[in-house]
């Protein structure tokens, strides 16, 4: 069965570096998402993306952040310059429709990111 | 404001026990409603959607408007059961989570 890979599984970065997540959605799907969870915290929604937009964004997805699907298969998520609070495990999910009724949306194992 | 409330963190239950986790929403439109796996070690998966009306596992979950809830059953509790769960609204293409519950069976 078809799965959406991240790497990498769990990342180590100083405070003010820039991070680049790395995500492959399942291949025919065309909407794409991320997440996060603080430890301890619920799942939160970051950004969705679909035909090389950001479809919507949360207050959490700021100008540090940014998406970009730079070839056919990867999915990224990049923080520009890092915070000790976004110290959290990051999801990305793919789906095949968009909001719909019946919509599944499958997730990644997490990259797991602490900023020290 | 849409939210998703999980009350409960940890419930833990004996093999063979029922089991109910809860959940409870609050959405202005017609919600449709997730409730999605994490075995340890594991990514998120879906277990069930209310439109289904399906049985994953034993396990099954009505919605009810009325109460607004979500909660998820199963009559007999198994082992391998034990994980978090974690109840969610789609509103318009994003997932809104609870805060989620680790339920632990023990044998």
């Known amino acids: 069965e078809p799965e959406v890979t991240q790497t990498p599984s769990h990342q180590v970065t100083q405070m003010g570096q820039e991070v680049i997540l790395r995500c492959v959605p399942i291949?025919?799907?065309?909407?794409f998402y991320w997440y996060r969870q603080i430890l301890g915290q619920k799942v939160e929604f970051l950004v969705s993306?679909?035909?090389?937009?950001?479809?919507?964004k949360s207050e959490i997805f700021d100008d540090q952040f940014s998406v970009e699907r730079p070839d056919g298969s990867n999915f990224t998520l990049k923080i520009r310059s890092t915070k000790l609070e976004d110290s959290a495990m990051y999801f990305c999910?793919?789906?095949?429709?968009?909001?719909?009724?019946?919509?599944?949306?499958?997730f990644g194992p997490g990259t797991r990111l602490l900023v020290l | 404001a849409q939210r998703v409330t999980q009350p409960e963190k940890l419930l833990s239950v004996f093999k063979g026990a029922p089991v109910e986790l809860k959940c409870n929403y609050s959405?202005?439109?017609?919600?449709?409603l997730f409730w999605y796996v994490q075995y340890s070690r594991q990514r998120l998966q879906l277990l069930l959607r209310?439109?289904s009306r399906e049985s994953i596992k034993g396990f099954t979950a009505d919605l009810n408007k009325g109460e607004t809830s979500f909660h998820l059953k199963k009559p007999f509790a198994q082992e391998e059961d034990s994980a978090m769960y974690y109840c969610?609204?789609?509103?318009?293409?994003?997932?809104?989570f609870g805060q989620g519950t680790e339920l632990s069976v023990k044998p």
């Open positions: 209310h439109i």
């Open positions: 969610a609204l789609n509103q318009g293409g994003k997932l809104i």
């Open positions: 993306f679909y035909n090389n937009e950001i479809s919507e």
């Open positions: 999910a793919s789906s095949d429709t968009y909001g719909g009724v019946g919509e599944t949306q499958y």
């Open positions: 291949s025919n799907h065309l909407y």
């Open positions: 959405y202005s439109g017609s919600p449709e």
